[in-house]
């Protein structure tokens, strides 16, 4: 077996041999079925398909496995330089995602003929396209193993990139996306609003009370994800809409910040300093955006980022 996944490794027993014969092990990986091999002389760790079901974290599988020989949590992350060939972040997930496979979770098909080709390049090829989609809001795939290990990666990694079927996607886009004009934004966020029980309370890192957030599955302004109601003595804002990002990677491009600020340009026109649409160069990735404050009939409206943070302020009328 061994001379099988190192081909020539046994005659150039040299430096130059294993890399050599590593070289052509990945080779062969991605190009036959020896990757079937090597899933199996992992698997004999004690853990393959058979011992995952959807009750349990296949983490913790897989970790149990080892530690029945004595290996405390195992974790081939801390061999290697996870930053040299490819950002940190893509290498956690694509090493997470890789790992799962490679211990039966949701396993992959293996099998090359004259008319199909599946190997182990198709499995680092989707380990890709979910370390990509972990900087998008939505990762949307029809396919099922890659639908299961993905959401398995991201649970672990603290990555909230929603993971979905396009059935799914679907039925989200019609409950929680499927809103046009300003007005219905408003009239979203008032119902949100409405719904105590979605909220919890809010702390500073000193363990100082903020107030209150909820974390909702709507994009307000097709932006804003979060509702926060700060206590009167922190702000004397109504509600503050937030951001809350899907994962550390995540970058906020010019054009959502755009596309929000039309909504609200289309509706009030201009803003109290003259400005409406988003002028391009207007933010600089490190400072704070005085952004844009609209005086209207129910109260005062604010956009602006303010320590890396977008966010909206709404101020209502002082009744006398």
């Excluded at 844009?292 to 009328?317: A, C, D, H, S, V």
């Amino acid at each position: 077996m061994l001379n099988k996944m190192f081909p020539g490794l046994k005659e150039d027993q040299t430096m130059n041999g294993f890399f050599k014969s590593f070289g052509q092990m990945f080779h062969n990986m991605n190009e036959t079925e020896d990757y079937k091999d090597l899933r199996n002389m992992v698997q004999q760790i004690g853990v393959n398909s058979g011992h995952f079901n959807e009750n349990k974290n296949p983490f913790d599988i897989i970790e149990n496995a080892y530690k029945k020989f004595g290996i405390e949590h195992f974790d081939v992350n801390q061999y290697f330089d996870k930053t040299k060939n490819a950002p940190e972040w893509f290498n956690d997930i694509t090493n997470e995602y890789v790992m799962l496979d490679m211990h039966g979770f949701k396993a992959d098909k293996v099998k090359v003929t004259d008319k199909e080709k599946n190997t182990f390049k198709n499995t680092t090829e989707d380990a890709s396209h979910s370390a990509f989609a972990s900087r998008c809001e939505f990762y949307i795939t029809n396919d099922d193993k890659n639908y299961h290990k993905a959401k398995a990666v991201f649970q672990k990694l603290g990555i909230y990139t929603i993971v979905l079927k396009p059935s799914e996607f679907i039925q989200y886009y019609n409950l929680f996306l499927n809103v046009k004009s300003f007005d219905d934004h408003f009239i979203s966020i008032n119902e949100e609003l409405k719904r105590i029980e979605n909220f919890q309370e809010q702390k500073y890192e000193s363990g100082e009370s903020f107030g209150w957030v909820n974390y909702t599955d709507q994009y307000f302004f097709n932006f804003f994800n979060k509702i926060l109601i700060p206590n009167s003595e922190v702000n004397y804002a109504l509600f503050i809409l937030g951001k809350e990002n899907p994962s550390r990677s995540y970058i906020i491009s010019h054009r959502e910040i755009e596309a929000m600020l039309k909504l609200f340009a289309d509706k009030l026109g201009s803003d109290i300093n003259g400005k409406s649409y988003f002028e391009l160069g207007e933010i600089n990735s490190n400072e704070n955006w005085p952004g844009r404050t609209w005086e209207t009939n129910i109260g005062q409206i604010t956009i602006k980022r303010l320590n890396g943070w977008f966010q909206m302020y709404f101020y209502p009328i002082e009744k006398n």
